[in-house]
């Protein structure tokens, strides 16, 4: 089992220690035209938001993607502003088209019993609440 073990490690050894291969010429050329593909054929779309009524503060993010061009938004609010940004990113690089901001207030106010609302295109909807009968454990799930 030992001779096993160190032929393994030799092997393992002389792997890591062998010069990377060079890619050819011919191969960076086409892994250069799929990327190329990739980049003008990609799409994607996502969003995301949290409403908290317990810390009194709101963020959210919504993205998508078609081809080189990227557009998309940015807004919170923290009991001081609120602001939105919205934004593109394309073959002219990142530009902010708007940004908004307005003064709201002297900072967030705690309500200990507010519900937090959670959402994301990627995970669904839920809500959280403060868990007052368990010091260790402050929040407690309370999926919508």
């Known amino acids: 089992m030992y001779k096993f073990v160190l ?3 030799l092997l393992v050894a002389l792997c890591m220690a062998a010069p990377p291969r060079q890619e050819s ?3 960076r050329i086409e892994r250069e035209e799929y990327e ?10 996502f969003n995301s938001s949290v409403d908290d009524k317990i810390n009194d503060g709101q963020i959210s993010r919504n993205e998508e993607r078609e081809g080189g061009t990227v557009r998309g938004s940015y807004s919170y609010f923290d009991g001081f502003v609120k602001r939105r ?3 593109i990113a394309d073959k002219d690089g990142y530009r902010v088209l708007k940004d908004e901001i307005e003064d709201v207030g002297n900072g967030p ?3 200990p019993d507010g519900i937090a609302n959670v959402e994301g295109s990627m995970i669904g909807k839920y809500s ?3 868990d007052k009968a368990d010091d260790d454990k ?3 799930d309370i999926h919508a």
Do not use: T
Request: net charge negative; glycine share 0%; charged share 25%.
């Open 7 to 9: 032929i393994a490690s």
């Open 25 to 27: 010429e011919a191969e």
């Open 36 to 45: 190329k593909y990739q980049n003008e054929n990609a799409q994607y779309s």
């Open 85 to 87: 940004v919205e934004y």
């Open 109 to 111: 106010s705690f309500n």
């Open 128 to 130: 959280i609440k403060l």
């Open 138 to 140: 402050h929040y407690k």
